[in-house]
């Protein structure tokens, strides 16, 4: 069983995905994959680069995430284009990651937490959608002291993300999470149990 875990931000699906992977789950965090997915050598590098200057090239040969992220900020049009390089090869490295785990252990559980899964087109490689919601004030509230941002910021994050209902309605199953963290648990319990005989 595959399970394409997703959310908004301070959804919940870290926590989830953490618990999971503490119950069995062979977990693959896909903004870590996005990570190395550029890489200096890789073809994403390269077309990266060529895609917005070799000035996002930093001191140690790889890309200044920092420098990179002021070319696509407020650039619907640059995110577009990096998104359509680096996604593709997100989804590749997933692919690669998801079959060795089933080739190591083929009645394991795996999840593939990723906060883009719906909008990178990746539902393709799961079993089953599970989504993280959460009021959008309790994510305003929990991302400013997690983060030390202000609240301005997290709404406009909040803004550029589907919404719970666009998520809602590609979920197998809704996890809601404007409570505490046991009432979150409390819920994957009976879900992680119907999975887990796979």
């Not at 994403?44 to 040969?61: E, K, L, W």
């Not at 883009?116 to 004030?137: F, M, N, R, S």
Request: charged content about 25%; overall charge negative; proline content about 3%.
């Amino acid at each position: 069983m595959i399970i394409g875990l997703t959310g908004g931000i301070a959804s919940g699906k870290s926590t989830v995905a953490s618990t999971l992977g503490t119950w069995g789950a062979y977990v693959i965090d896909a903004d870590k994959l996005g990570h190395s997915a550029y890489i200096s050598g890789t073809q994403a590098f390269t077309d990266v680069v060529a895609a917005f200057g070799g000035d996002i090239i930093g001191a140690d040969g790889e890309v200044d995430r920092r420098s990179l992220g002021g070319k696509v900020f407020g650039n619907p049009d640059g995110l577009k284009k990096l998104t359509d390089i680096v996604w593709p090869a997100i989804m590749r490295m997933a692919e690669i990651e998801i079959a060795n785990a089933k080739a190591k252990d083929p009645r394991r559980a795996v999840v593939l937490e990723a906060a883009v899964l719906i909008e990178a087109e990746w539902l393709g490689l799961v079993d089953q959608v599970w989504v993280t919601v959460v009021e959008p004030g309790i994510a305003i509230e929990r991302a400013s002291a997690r983060d030390g941002v202000d609240a301005t910021a997290v709404q406009a994050r909040i803004d550029a993300q589907l919404s719970n209902e666009e998520r809602i309605a590609k979920a197998h199953e809704v996890i809601h999470n404007s409570r505490d963290q046991d009432h979150l648990i409390e819920q994957i319990r009976p879900l992680w149990a119907a999975i887990s005989t796979f």
